[in-house]
Every structure is written in C-alpha cells, then in structure tokens.
C-alpha cells in the first residue's frame, strides 16, 4: 500500500505550480523539516538537484546536506552518494556546494568515523580542482577537523596549498584554514602564517577582511598574554599597507574582547593602541570608545553610528561575536538602528540584520520577531530575504503573539518572490533550531555561509568554534 504523508504530498504538488525562487526555498526548508518520511525528502530532493534551474540544484544539495541532522547516528550513504556525484558536475559552482555538502552533511551524523573517512575523501579531491572548487573543500576540511586522526597534518596541508594560490579573492579557503588551526590547536602558527605569508600579498580588499577576521578569532587562542600582544602589535604596526583600516580596526576591537575579564592585560592593550592613535583619526574615536564605555552595547552602538565607514562596519562584525562575553544584551536599540538604515546599500546595514536575527533566535528573544516587518519592505533584495526568513522563523517559535499574527497574515498574501522564500525556509528552520543536541550557532552560520552571507556565516562558524577556550584564561 502506498505511504501517504499529507505534507510531503503538499510540498511535491506545490512544485508543479510555484515559482523558481520558491522552489529554491522548498529545496532548502525541506532538510529540516522532520514531519515528513525520509524517502520522500529525498525524492525531492533528487529531484531539485537535477533541475535545468541553477539556482534550485544548489538548493537541493543545500538540503540534502543539512538533512543529516534529522538522522543522526544513521549512515548517510545514499546522500554522501548523491553528493558525491555531482562533484563530478562540469560547472564549478555546483562542484563548490557539493564540496561544502558532503563536509556538512558528515559533520552533523555525529559519527567520528563517518567524518573521518569523508575528510580523507575531500582531502584526495584537492588534486587537479581549480582553486575555487578547492575553497569548497577546505572549509570541509576544517570542519571535519575535529574527528580527524592526522589534524596537524591537515593544517599544514591547507597551508601549502595556499602557498600556490592564485586566485584574488579566496574567502572561503580562509575560514577553512582558520577552523582547521582551531581543530588542530596550531593557532599561534596560523596567526604567524596569516602575518607574513597572507596579509602582505592581498590586493583584494575583501579577502584582506576576511582574512583578518580570521585573525581576530584565531588571537584570543594563544595562550600566552605576552604572545599574542607582540602579534597584535604586528599587526598593527605592520610594513605593509591596507588598503583599508578596517581589518586593523577589527583586530584592535576584537582583542579588546579577549581581554575583556584581565584588567593588567587591558591597561597594557590600551596603552598599546594609545600609542597609534595619533596616526589616524579613526583611531583616536575608537580609543575613546573603549576607553570610556564600559558596557558592549554602547562600545557596539558608539561604533556602529561613527560617521566613519569602517569603523561603523568594524562594530557591526564586533557584533557577532558577543556569544562568547556572555553578557546581557539589550536588543532593541540595536535593531532599531538596523532598521534606521535598512534601505543603505553599504553592506554593513545588512549585517545589522543578520546579526540581530541571530541575538533573537540564538538567545530566544522571540518575541523581537515584529522588529523584522519594516525590513522585509527594504529596497534590497538580500534584505526582503532575510528578513522574511528571521520573521517566519521567530513567528514560528513564538506564535501565540497576536501582533505577530496580524503580520504573519499579510505577509503570507506578499507576492514578492523574496519574501516568500524567506517564509518558506523560516517556516522549518525552527525544527532544528533549540531541539537537539547540535550548536544551534554553527547550524545557522553554516546555512548563511551556503546562501552566500560569507562574513555572517564565518563570523557565527568561527565563534562557535572557539568558546570553549575562549574564557580559560583568568585575570
């Protein structure tokens, strides 16, 4: 006799009539909707990836990735095996996502020995890969780090490699540097390797931020106060010169943070970056920032409203990091100022959104999800996206709230394609999200990182990925 799932049925008749961008979003939403047999999630998503629609193939390889949280324990061989096949596949972006997924899709069976022998796996695909499929497999790389038996062998691995890049703007291969020093506890060499070795051959603006955000994270690692001082100062005080003073900002920022609890190590951090102020200006407002403010809301809020671009993108970026301070935040300013300046195209404005969808979701503010409605009527279609997603997700997880109702329901007559996809995929991110025993952090970074939210996905991957050192060290 036929098994018949009402929903899943639901969702297959749906194909036959939405548009292309919901069915992106249906491709996605459906690796983490659990109401629905397994046989048939795959089924359609078998189906998506082998769409004439680009954009819906990657999609189903985003699901098929993430749907391994629904069956952990289990081996996921039909997926790993359909993952695996379209590595094969003559276009670059597809063989990019298939190499994330298959690092993804391992990562989250929770089996050491599944993970292990996918890292070996992705480790033999880096021959004869153009550089871009390789920065695929090296964030998988550095995922699967952590079960890997050889994982300074690994590390030095993605280090050669490097060595014989090419290519101008390699973000995705730094966040998986970054996660494999983490995984491999090399910290304080790939701090030295990103100084000499990365930073003063970057003549791309946005990898030298990436890279140095890279940096900020890896820093707060190294053990020794007196070490990891001497590598700020390098930094700082480097031959080279940036293009931009954002990724210094970060590092100064940032580190401030690591410091945050050892007043002799603030005093001596303060010092230090009193003795650069004078050469830029943007530095002195940072000085006094930090200086004066003692709570992380209004360090954030004072840099995130400078009249300077890189100092207010500087404090947005801070902003994802605050997991790790554990302090008590309030939101409301924060995403008030977000929603301020949501029609800006700078990209800075929409990392607000982001980063305030995360403070929600992850520290169960559902109630905030209201505070999402004036984005979704951004200008900007990433914005609508996102911000539908937040909403539906929040609504989702607070749906008794009868002002959030009274907006669920206008939205779901919305005929903005973008607004739709959000409401789709934020209708079952929520299974996942605060129901199992994975980091709710590195789910979400991970699904930002696919989407193609490089900095909001590595920022949310990389915190998770150091907090459980991150306070070791004591005043």
Known sequence: MKHYDPIAEFLLERLKTVSMTEQEALAIALGFEPNIKKKIRFRY?????????????????????????????????RQQKVLKKHF??????I?????????????????????????????????????QVKQ???????????????????????LDSYLNFKLENPTLYFIGFALSAINSGNTENATDFILESIIPHLTNKESRRITIICFAFLLPLISDPIIRMEKLNKLIHGEFEFQSKFGTDLAIIFTFFSL????????KFLQSLEQIKELDPDYDQIYQILSTNQQIMKILLGLIRSNTMDIKASGINVSFFLETTKESIDLEPFIKEGIAQRDSGYFGRFLILLRSFSFCLLEDKYSYASYFEPFIYSSDQQVKRIASLAYSCLHQM?????????????LQKEQDENVRWGLIIGSSLP????????????????LLLCLGFTEAGMSLIL???????FYQEKE
Not at 260 to 267: D, S
């Open 95 to 131: 063989r990019i996502t298939s190499a994330l997924g298959q690092g993804i899709n391992a990562y989250f069976t929770q089996n050491t020995k599944i993970k292990r022998k996918v890292n070996k796996e992705i480790k033999k695909k880096f021959k004869n890969q153009p550089e």
């Open 45 to 77: 998503l078998e189906n998506a990836i082998k769409s004439q629609n680009l954009s819906i193939r990657r999609s189903g390889i985003i699901g098929l990735a993430f749907s391994s949280i629904l069956e952990k324990g289990k081996k996921p061989k």
């Open 463 to 469: 915190s998770q990925a150091m907090v459980p050192t």
């Open 136 to 158: 695929g497999l090296a964030v998988s790389m550095g995922l699967l780090g952590e079960a890997s038996k050889s994982s300074s062998k690994d590390f030095k691995f993605l």
């Open 88 to 93: 094969k596949d003559p276009l670059s972006s």
């Open 431 to 446: 299974q996942i999200i605060g129901k199992s025993a994975i980091d709710d952090e590195l789910v979400l970074g991970l």
């Open 260 to 267: 945050y609890n050892n007043k002799p190590m603030k005093k």
């Open 398 to 410: 607070n749906p008794e709230n009868k002002e959030n109702l009274e907006i669920i329901d206008r």
